[in-house]
């Protein structure tokens, strides 16, 4: 019995197609990979929204890495957002409702500092602006009195 490959075994027509799809699909993810890093647009960063279903409050947080944060570790854990302010406040809210009736939503990966921050600020004011009482929202400028 003749071989056609030197490890015996033969490819049939569907292993090679469905190795040309990875193949093609790897091709893409890098190039958009590449684009994005070239964009500044890429890092460790990731953006979700922390959600209080009780009372409808909503919490914007930006935190590095993909896995989601575990809420009740963090009020004992050191800052994992630039902005001690910012984990300060979520960790009083945390507390407030006693660490019950939260869900987090993952928004956004991989993002650079820069374009967390930019779609953590975007976000903020769309929630705002659909009315929802979001706890770390940026105070509105304060307006100038017309003379």
Same mark, same amino acid.
């Given at each position: 019995?003749?071989?056609?490959?030197?490890?015996?075994?033969?490819?049939?027509?569907?292993?090679?197609?469905?190795?040309?799809?990875?193949?093609?699909?790897?091709?893409? !993810?890098?190039?958009?990979? /590449?684009?994005?890093?070239?964009?500044?647009?890429?890092?460790? @960063?990731?953006?979700? %929204? #922390? *959600?209080?279903?009780?009372?409808?409050?909503?919490?914007?947080?930006?935190?590095?890495?993909?896995?989601?944060?575990?809420?009740?570790?963090?009020?004992?854990?050191?800052?994992?957002?630039? !902005?001690?302010?910012?984990? /300060?406040?979520?960790?009083?809210?945390?507390?407030?409702?006693? @660490?019950?009736?939260? %869900? #987090? *939503?993952?928004?956004?990966?991989?993002?650079?500092?820069?374009?967390?921050?930019?779609?953590?600020?975007?976000?903020?004011?769309?929630?705002?602006?659909?009315?929802?009482?979001?706890?770390?929202?940026?105070?509105?400028?304060?307006?100038?009195?017309?003379?």
């Amino acid at each position: 019995m003749a071989r056609n490959s030197r490890s015996g075994r033969t490819t049939t027509p569907v292993e090679v197609s469905q190795r040309s799809k990875i193949d093609k699909l790897r091709a893409l !993810r890098l190039s958009d990979e /590449a684009a994005r890093q070239a964009a500044g647009t890429w890092g460790e @960063m990731s953006l979700g %929204e #922390i *959600t209080h279903q009780p009372s409808g409050e909503i919490f914007v947080y930006v935190w590095k890495g993909r896995a989601l944060p575990e809420l009740e570790k963090l009020p004992g854990k050191r800052t994992t957002v630039k !902005r001690a302010d910012e984990h /300060a406040l979520l960790t009083e809210w945390l507390l407030k409702h006693k @660490m019950v009736g939260f %869900e #987090i *939503t993952l928004l956004a990966w991989s993002l650079s500092e820069a374009e967390a921050a930019r779609l953590q600020q975007a976000r903020l004011a769309e929630q705002s602006a659909a009315g929802l009482h979001v706890i770390n929202a940026v105070p509105a400028a304060p307006q100038a009195l017309a003379s």
